[in-house]
């Protein structure tokens, strides 16, 4: 046992609809252990909220969800399917996982739409139409179908990052995993986004979200994941991690972030 404490009334029967399982998952960089004996089942439809102090492996457990990172042991499984290492099957994986990250990713010579039309004609094979109708109709949904024309250096940043989203959607990613999606915002920008994935969450995506954002992490996780040192050291629901953290880790992280 890693020591995380587990307060989830229905784990049992969310390990048997887990969409993402990772057991006993470990990654070294260098001498660094980023993250150790990771056992954390997410099942679908749930909103999953990591945080914790920066270097706690959030971000390198969120990318070895998708084999952005590799894992040195243990075992990673999507959807009952163990991670594969590479090739077409792993290309077919990371259709199924859209990610978000801090930085936007966009093709700069692209126009949003093409942007958000790609994948969808290179991966998926859908035809132009097809993919243009889909492309327009998620612009719509994120809030930028007036932009399509533009290319994402004439968008603000927030809008760049509701257009990654749009573009990660256009896959019908099973799960969407998001990296500090807002952490190169300005202030301003940051609840247009947060926005977005609120409406994902109540629409009912199976979500990832390694975040600062508090806010966002009680009001739309199921679920908070608290990393630190590369462990998970509490799990549990928002309520209970915001008003009585039991670990002293916690207490900490939370008096330093949380002005009351």
Not at 80 to 89: D, F, M, T, V
Not at 201 to 212: K, L, N, Q, S
């Amino acid at each position: 046992m890693s020591g995380a404490t587990v307060t989830m009334g229905n784990a049992t029967q969310a390990r048997s609809d887990a969409l993402i399982a990772l057991s006993n998952v470990n990654k070294h960089f260098g001498a660094l252990h980023v993250l150790q004996n990771i056992d954390l089942t997410i099942a679908r439809g749930e909103v999953v909220v990591v945080i914790g102090p920066s270097g706690g492996g959030k971000s390198t457990l969120c990318r070895a969800i998708n084999r952005l990172e590799t894992i040195d042991s243990g075992e990673i499984a999507i959807d009952g399917k163990p991670l594969p290492a590479e090739g077409k099957e792993l290309a077919r994986l990371r259709a199924d996982v859209g990610m978000v990250f801090q930085s936007f990713n966009l093709f700069a010579h692209k126009t949003v739409l093409e942007n958000v039309m790609l994948g969808q004609i290179k991966v998926r094979k859908k035809d132009k139409k097809d993919a243009e109708q889909r492309a327009r109709s998620l612009l719509d949904r994120v809030g930028v179908a007036e932009q399509a024309d533009k290319y994402p250096a004439q968008l603000s940043g927030g809008q760049q990052q509701r257009v990654a989203i749009a573009r990660a959607l256009a896959m019908d990613p099973k799960v969407m995993l998001f990296d500090e999606p807002t952490s190169a915002l300005d202030p301003e920008m940051i609840n247009e986004v947060l926005e977005v994935m609120q409406q994902l969450a109540r629409d009912g995506m199976t979500m990832v979200v390694v975040t600062h954002e508090m806010g966002f992490a009680r009001s739309a996780a199921n679920r908070v994941v608290f990393m630190a040192d590369g462990r998970i050291v509490e799990e549990t629901t928002p309520e209970e991690f915001f008003t009585n953290p039991s670990s002293d880790r916690a207490k900490d992280f939370l008096s330093k972030i949380l002005h009351h």
